[in-house]
């Protein structure tokens, strides 16, 4: 049998039989509450499936991992990753996956470009989201990654009803998604939280090298915008730019 376009699996979530059955249901009366108890016994009646460390269980199709990177810097956007696969993905098309931070950065284009080659192929899906610097000044750190994850589920048409969400850290999905985990250092425990923070951590990286040009006088293509001493000393001399977080540098002002 032809396998169908994972892309294709994704969308349209709308159009499920089970979904609009759901649907139906809520018409007639069931409380938000009644909703999410019923569907919380339905997960947990299925048979598990293990996929990395986590179990997952029969009902869901696609495994989605969620993390961030960009959270300290002193300048520039908080970039937030989600990386979808099929609950029978096979990750030996991207060896090497772990956590970000302890990669180097050659290993991480390494692997941003499989996944890229993947998306194209259909074999899983991504998206990345970056948050910018004047939000997280308007709103706060914690409002922007929140607005990250909505962005991004949104943008990748994520149906509840057939996902399991793994996020990193503190992090959490919306609500509706109600099979979802929260994992203390997920991104070196599980592999698609793993490649979530990759994606993230390559995409503002290469951002920030890009922005660089115009801000010559701080040499974000070394340091990325983290608060290093050679950033520091830039901000001592040049005072801050647009492009920094000024609710993060409040003894350059």
Same mark, same amino acid.
């Given at each position: 049998?032809?396998?169908?376009?994972?892309?294709?699996?994704?969308?349209?979530?709308?159009?499920?039989?089970?979904?609009?059955?759901?649907?139906?249901?809520?018409?007639?009366?069931?409380?938000?509450?009644?909703?999410?108890?019923?569907?919380?016994?339905?997960?947990?009646?299925?048979?598990?499936?293990?996929?990395?460390?986590?179990?997952?269980?029969?009902?869901? $199709?696609? *495994?989605?991992?969620?993390?961030?990177?960009?959270?300290?810097?002193?300048?520039?956007?908080?970039? /937030?990753?989600?990386?979808?696969? %099929?609950?029978?993905?096979?990750?030996?098309?991207?060896?090497?996956?772990?956590?970000?931070?302890?990669?180097?950065?050659?290993?991480?284009?390494?692997?941003?470009?499989?996944?890229?080659?993947?998306?194209?192929?259909?074999?899983?899906?991504?998206?990345?989201?970056?948050?910018?610097?004047?939000?997280?000044?308007?709103?706060? /750190?914690?409002?922007?990654? $929140?607005?990250?994850?909505?962005?991004?589920?949104?943008?990748?048409?994520?149906?509840? @009803?057939?996902?399991?969400?793994?996020?990193?850290?503190?992090?959490?999905?919306?609500?509706?998604?109600?099979? %979802?985990?929260?994992?203390?250092?997920?991104?070196a425990k599980e592999k /698609? /939280?793993?490649?979530?923070?990759?994606?993230?951590?390559?995409?503002?990286?290469?951002?920030?090298? %890009?922005?660089?040009?115009?801000?010559?006088?701080?040499?974000? @293509?070394?340091?990325?915008?983290?608060?290093?001493?050679?950033?520091?000393?830039?901000?001592?001399?040049?005072?801050?730019?647009?492009l920094h977080r000024t609710?993060? *540098?409040?003894?350059?002002?």
């Amino acid at each position: 049998m032809k396998r169908k376009n994972f892309s294709k699996m994704v969308k349209n979530p709308s159009g499920s039989a089970e979904l609009r059955k759901v649907r139906g249901k809520n018409k007639v009366g069931f409380s938000p509450v009644e909703k999410k108890s019923r569907q919380a016994r339905r997960y947990s009646r299925v048979t598990p499936y293990l996929l990395g460390h986590k179990e997952i269980s029969q009902q869901c $199709r696609f *495994c989605v991992g969620i993390d961030e990177a960009g959270r300290g810097p002193l300048a520039g956007p908080v970039s /937030i990753g989600i990386a979808v696969v %099929q609950r029978d993905f096979d990750w030996t098309l991207v060896p090497g996956v772990n956590d970000s931070k302890k990669l180097t950065e050659k290993k991480r284009e390494v692997i941003f470009l499989h996944a890229q080659k993947l998306k194209k192929s259909g074999k899983l899906n991504y998206h990345v989201s970056l948050v910018s610097a004047s939000h997280i000044d308007r709103y706060g /750190i914690s409002h922007a990654i $929140r607005k990250g994850i909505a962005d991004g589920i949104k943008k990748l048409a994520l149906n509840p @009803e057939i996902t399991k969400v793994l996020l990193d850290g503190s992090l959490k999905a919306p609500e509706i998604f109600l099979d %979802q985990e929260t994992i203390i250092k997920g991104d070196a425990k599980e592999k /698609i /939280i793993g490649l979530a923070s990759i994606m993230a951590k390559v995409t503002r990286d290469r951002y920030m090298v %890009q922005v660089a040009k115009k801000y010559p006088n701080y040499s974000f @293509e070394i340091h990325k915008g983290y608060g290093t001493k050679k950033h520091c000393d830039a901000l001592e001399r040049h005072g801050v730019s647009s492009l920094h977080r000024t609710s993060f *540098c409040k003894r350059f002002l």
